[in-house]
């Protein structure tokens, strides 16, 4: 078996990895692999994502925040379309989410109340009587999930990294006083090893031997509709504060319906279940009065959690030289770039930000 020495092995080809060897190569030997033939496949390739900076913990607020420069100014060459447009987001309380509406308005920046008045201006098919009260954030956006992804994928190759696709870590084995991972008939020798495998997280973990984190694998399901006849619904992402449901705009004459559902589930490609999307539309139409007669493409997600919720980034205290990028859950792709960095920052021995380090340290799983 051929044995490549290089300097960092990054397990999985989603943006949570493709950002951190993209972040890395610029001063480092990396090769990323990637079990799939495709990169991000699981989650990144089936993500509808959104920058909402009022979405999610307080650590991946800081991290959404941190990236936002990125999306609006990219590096040179890395990608020709803008990344980022402009779609504000909604919030509808119904009866029962006031004091939900109230908590998320406290712990909020950027997001107002707005009146209902101006919410039936902005939806017309909004049924009368659905919401009680409503809340908006303007500064949010729709994000080009695909141009994200193959910039840095780019950024990789440039700087001299090496994507392998079909290539499963296949054993994971201390060697040396290195990191030797078996990969599609190839040994790689490296000091480094990053798990950045989604959903698989735990399952790389354990072939080094690592103890797992309780990273559990959520679908989320989507679908696309028609939109509402003869009317172009250009109106913001929205959805109840519970999130039961939500729905924006697609290409002009349509809506992406989702149930907002987290169904626990193995690692594997998972496919949308036809009670997942009934209830996405079901409850979507509660709040909007949007005919479907038929569903034109449905498709589900995996969304991968850390028992807190929160991402999972830096070294490992039990494994020297193995290091975590996972738990991305919803919001990877809006935190990528400062979520790449921190993460190199950490494998390099770079100046960081310490206190967001030690709350998103795997060190917090550990007795």
Same mark, same amino acid.
């Given at each position: 078996?051929?044995?490549?020495?290089?300097?960092?092995?990054?397990?999985?080809?989603?943006?949570?990895?493709?950002?951190?060897?993209?972040?890395?190569?610029?001063?480092?030997?990396?090769?990323?692999?990637?079990?799939?033939?495709?990169?991000?496949?699981?989650?990144?390739?089936?993500?509808?994502?959104?920058?909402?900076?009022?979405?999610?913990?307080?650590?991946?607020?800081?991290?959404?925040?941190?990236?936002?420069?990125?999306?609006?100014?990219?590096?040179?060459?890395?990608?020709?379309?803008?990344?980022?447009?402009?779609?504000?987001?909604?919030?509808?309380?119904?009866?029962?989410?006031?004091?939900?509406?109230?908590?998320?308005?406290?712990?909020?920046?950027?997001?107002?109340?707005?009146?209902?008045?101006?919410?039936?201006?902005?939806?017309?098919?909004? =049924?009368? %009587?659905? #919401?009680? +009260?409503?809340?908006?954030?303007?500064? /949010? &956006? @729709?994000?080009?999930?695909?141009?994200?992804? $193959?910039?840095?994928?780019?950024?990789?190759?440039?700087?001299?990294?090496?994507?392998?696709?079909?290539?499963?870590?296949?054993?994971?084995? =201390?060697? %040396?006083? #290195?990191? +030797?991972?078996?990969?599609?008939?190839? /040994? &790689? @020798?490296?000091?480094?090893?990053?798990?950045? $495998?989604?959903?698989?997280?735990?399952?790389?973990?354990?072939?080094?031997?690592?103890?797992?984190?309780?990273?559990?694998?959520?679908?989320?399901?989507?679908?696309?509709?028609?939109?509402?006849?003869?009317?172009?619904?250009?109106?913001?992402?929205?959805?109840?504060?519970?999130?039961?449901?939500?729905?924006?705009?697609?290409?002009?004459?349509?809506?992406?319906?989702?149930?907002?559902?987290?169904?626990?589930?193995?690692?594997?490609?998972?496919?949308?279940?036809?009670?997942?999307?009934?209830?996405?539309?079901?409850?979507?139409?509660?709040?909007?009065?949007?005919?479907?007669?038929?569903?034109?493409?449905?498709?589900?997600?995996?969304?991968?959690?850390?028992?807190?919720?929160?991402?999972?980034?830096?070294?490992?205290?039990?494994?020297?030289?193995?290091?975590?990028?996972?738990?991305?859950?919803?919001?990877?792709?809006?935190?990528?770039?400062?979520?790449?960095?921190?993460?190199?920052?950490?494998?390099?021995?770079?100046?960081?930000?310490?206190?967001?380090?030690?709350?998103?340290?795997?060190?917090?799983?550990?007795?």
């Amino acid at each position: 078996m051929e044995i490549i020495p290089t300097d960092i092995v990054v397990i999985g080809a989603g943006i949570a990895g493709a950002s951190a060897a993209a972040a890395l190569a610029a001063t480092a030997r990396v090769v990323l692999l990637e079990m799939e033939t495709a990169a991000g496949y699981h989650s990144t390739g089936r993500s509808a994502a959104v920058w909402i900076l009022n979405y999610g913990p307080p650590d991946v607020r800081d991290l959404t925040g941190a990236s936002r420069a990125f999306f609006e100014a990219p590096p040179q060459g890395f990608t020709d379309a803008p990344l980022m447009a402009q779609r504000p987001c909604l919030f509808l309380a119904p009866a029962g989410q006031s004091a939900a509406l109230d908590a998320m308005l406290a712990d909020a920046r950027g997001l107002r109340e707005i009146a209902l008045a101006e919410v039936q201006r902005m939806v017309p098919v909004l =049924r009368p %009587g659905y #919401a009680t +009260r409503a809340a908006i954030e303007t500064d /949010a &956006f @729709d994000m080009d999930v695909a141009a994200l992804h $193959a910039g840095f994928l780019r950024q990789l190759s440039s700087a001299g990294g090496s994507l392998l696709l079909g290539a499963p870590a296949e054993r994971i084995d =201390r060697h %040396g006083g #290195a990191w +030797r991972v078996v990969a599609g008939g190839r /040994a &790689f @020798d490296a000091p480094i090893v990053v798990d950045a $495998a989604g959903a698989w997280a735990d399952h790389v973990a354990g072939l080094a031997g690592v103890a797992p984190i309780g990273i559990q694998p959520m679908r989320r399901t989507a679908c696309v509709v028609d939109g509402p006849p003869g009317q172009d619904p250009s109106w913001p992402l929205m959805g109840d504060v519970a999130h039961r449901w939500y729905c924006r705009p697609e290409a002009r004459t349509k809506l992406l319906v989702s149930p907002a559902d987290e169904t626990p589930v193995p690692p594997h490609d998972v496919q949308p279940e036809e009670i997942d999307v009934a209830t996405g539309i079901a409850n979507m139409q509660e709040a909007l009065d949007v005919p479907v007669r038929r569903v034109e493409r449905a498709w589900a997600g995996l969304r991968s959690f850390a028992p807190d919720r929160s991402l999972v980034i830096g070294p490992d205290p039990t494994a020297p030289g193995f290091f975590w990028s996972a738990g991305q859950g919803g919001y990877g792709i809006q935190t990528a770039p400062a979520a790449g960095r921190l993460l190199a920052d950490l494998v390099l021995g770079r100046p960081h930000d310490h206190r967001l380090s030690a709350r998103l340290s795997p060190a917090r799983f550990r007795s």
